[in-house]
């Protein structure tokens, strides 16, 4: 079964760290690109952080650039977000996303992480 899970949301103080995990089931991470997007209700769905096959790109939406660091580990089958330095507007539901070498994308069904005192 091809399937992506994600764990580690939950509730952080702001200027904590919560680290995100998605592992793939069924298939191996090895297509054009793994990463994470994250929505808040009523608004569009936003990149956060993207690498590529064999980790040769990488990327992150210019909101979190320098707090958060996307790190695969391709021996677990697995990719992690790590969250530094959170602010109240990272609170979102945050989502895996493969896009795989037929270009087909699929997506996992969400973690929620909210920043809130």
């Known amino acids: 079964q091809l399937q992506l899970v994600e764990s580690g949301g939950g509730l952080v103080q702001p200027g904590g760290s919560l680290r995100l995990s998605c592992a793939a089931s069924g298939f191996t991470l090895d297509g054009r690109a793994i990463g994470w997007f994250r929505q808040v209700p009523g608004k569009e769905r936003e990149a956060v952080a993207c690498v590529s096959r064999g980790r040769l790109y990488s990327d992150y939406a210019r909101s979190v650039r320098g707090r958060f660091v996307i790190v695969r580990d391709n021996a677990k089958n697995t990719v992690h977000l790590q969250m530094n330095s959170l602010k109240p507007e990272d609170t979102a539901v945050y989502y895996c996303?493969?896009?795989?070498?037929?270009?087909?994308?699929?997506w996992g069904k969400g973690t929620l992480v909210t920043v809130s005192s």
């Open positions: 996303y493969y896009r795989h070498f037929t270009n087909n994308v699929s």
